[in-house]
């Protein structure tokens, strides 16, 4: 297994992206693409079958996965399989053939983010993919101290769902009472999520006829964006 950094330059906030990809000339190509499309540090890790790409993801930590379906040891679809069993909860942009469209399917129904065809890995649609994601996993990784409180480890993707959801339902001013039956969780739950939102910016409170009321602010809409451009990666 073989680690090239693009520009990582010591940055503890550089993304971590894996590439399980046993063709050296498409590894290749993954990287050049995320090299001059991706405007963040990435550190880019290559494990060309799927076991050394899921001794990697027990080992270190992973931002996003970028897999190759074809593998000589396995296919990605038993790679996600083996991920879904483990727990290891990660974004996963799979990489087909043309004309592969019905693994495409099977793996958008396991829960794969997006899938990207072999031939476009020259555009920009893979920074793309990946840049959205990373967007996201970022912000994450600067509040996991607090986002642990909320969730078992394997169990993020339910957060994130909760926390859209509570900013959706704000986005017009709720008050507690109301969280609790749009969100079926209960009042100490969502006490916690709310004190995080208000905490960041993203929900501000307002006091109405002797009522705290919540409202997604500006800082909170741009959040729910992000959330609901990876809808897949949460559901």
């Known amino acids: 297994m073989e680690q090239r950094d693009v520009d990582a330059g010591g940055d503890e906030r550089t993304a971590q992206v894996l590439c399980i990809e046993d063709t050296e000339d498409d ?11 991706l405007d963040m540090p990435i550190a880019v890790v290559h494990a060309p079958t799927g076991r050394e790409g899921l001794h990697a993801m ?24 083996i991920m879904r069993r483990e727990g290891i909860d990660l974004p ?43 967007e996201l996993t970022m912000f994450l990784r600067g509040h996991d ?3 642990t409180e909320f969730h078992m480890p394997g169990k993020r ?5 909760i926390l859209a959801n509570i900013l959706t339902a704000s986005i017009h001013g709720i008050n507690k009472t109301m969280l609790v039956h749009r969100t079926n969780l209960n009042f100490k739950t969502v006490k916690k999520y709310l004190l995080f939102l ?13 009522k705290d009321m919540y409202k997604t602010t500006e800082k909170g809409l741009l959040l729910l964006q992000k959330l609901r451009e990876v809808k897949q990666y949460l559901e």
Do not use: C, W
Not at 58 to 81: A, I, K, S, T
């Open 27 to 37: 590894f290749e190509a993954v990287r050049l693409s995320l090299e001059r499309h």
């Open 58 to 81: 027990r080992r270190r930590q992973v931002d996003v996965v970028v897999l190759d379906y074809l593998l000589p040891d396995m296919d990605g679809l038993e790679v996600m399989e």
């Open 92 to 134: 996963v942009i799979m990489l087909t053939g043309k004309g592969d469209e019905t693994v495409a399917v099977k793996a958008m129904k396991r829960g794969i983010h997006d899938y990207i065809v072999k031939e476009d890995l020259e555009t920009e649609k893979l920074s793309d993919s990946v840049g959205r994601v990373l």
């Open 145 to 147: 101290a607090v986002l």
């Open 157 to 161: 993707r339910g957060t994130l769902v």
């Open 198 to 210: 208000l905490d960041n910016d993203f929900l501000s409170v307002h006091h109405v006829e002797g």
